[in-house]
Structure formats: C-alpha cells, structure tokens
C-alpha cells in the first residue's frame, strides 16, 4: 500500500511538472512567470517566459494581461503597444509596431515574450489600441484567472473576444 502512495505521487508530480507555465509573478530572473519595468510614469516594459510546454498563444495572451494589469494599476484605461521582442530568438527584427508579433517559430521552445506599452487615460487616436478593462476580462475567462489573483485553473481554456483596434 506505501508504495502504491509513493508511486501515485511521484506520477502526480510529474504530470504537474508538464503542464503550462501559470499567470503568475517571476521570483527571480530566468524563472518561468511574468515581470515588468516601469520605464516612464506611463511607459513598461512586459516579460513573459512559459515553460516548454506553453504555447505561443498563451505567453501572448499572459504579456497582454499584465499589460492590461499594470494599466489599470496606474489609473490608465487604455494601452498601445510600441515595441515587442521574441527574446527565444536572436532575431532583433522581430519588432512590429502596434500589435504583438506571433510570426517567429518558437515550437519545442520555451516561448518568452518581452514588449513595451504605453499607457494612456482617454482613448488615443492611433491603430491597435487595446482597452485594458476588455483585455484583462476576455483574457482571465479564457484561462479561468480570477481577478486580482495570479492563480489559473489548468483545464480552463475558453475563447475569447478579439481586442478593439
């Protein structure tokens, strides 16, 4: 029976060890998780790093929900992005104004992420300006992310509403 147990744990954590990287804060660098910068009273730079297995899609999706975070913070209701970076590459062209850039394969990676955003409090008049309130709604029911919480649910992966442009 005691070995039973041990052998059920020892699976458990395995499969727990391959799942995808949580919306959660980055301890220490190189850790897997989110950090950010404060660059300007209402510039930041965004990080994500997943693990292998998270996909593209969600460390884009967790760089815009922090995005969306930090704007709300900081009394900002909505957010441009003006420059991001697929750091799993060398490829520093790689940059594309306005929206996140998904074009590089990063599969059998640990996909990271690393954009600036600049926050503003009335609706500018530019393309691609994402509303931070939407943002953080769609994204945190598509992944089962309470608010104020950095908590997910593993299995909870619904669509969601594509941002205002």
Do not use: W
Request: glycine share 6%; hydrophobic share 35%.
């Amino acid at each position: 029976m005691k070995k039973q147990l041990i052998f059920f744990l020892c699976v458990l954590g395995l499969l727990q060890a391959c799942s995808a990287t949580t919306y959660q804060r980055s301890i220490e660098v190189g850790d897997n998780g989110y950090s950010d910068t404060q660059l300007a009273k209402n510039m930041f730079k965004v990080y994500f790093a997943g693990n292998f297995v998270t996909d593209k899609e969600q460390v884009i999706d967790y760089v815009l929900l922090r995005s969306a975070d930090l704007a709300t913070k900081h009394g900002f209701k909505y957010f441009v992005v003006v420059n991001n970076k697929n750091a799993a590459t060398a490829n520093e062209s790689a940059i594309q104004i306005g929206v996140i850039d998904d074009s590089q394969d990063i599969s059998g990676m640990s996909p990271r992420l690393s954009t600036t955003i600049i926050c503003y409090k009335e609706k500018p008049n530019k393309e691609f300006v994402y509303d931070a309130k939407f943002i953080s709604t769609s994204i945190r029911k598509k992944y089962g992310i309470e608010k104020g919480s950095d908590a997910v649910s593993p299995d909870a992966k619904k669509s969601a509403v594509e941002p205002e442009k």
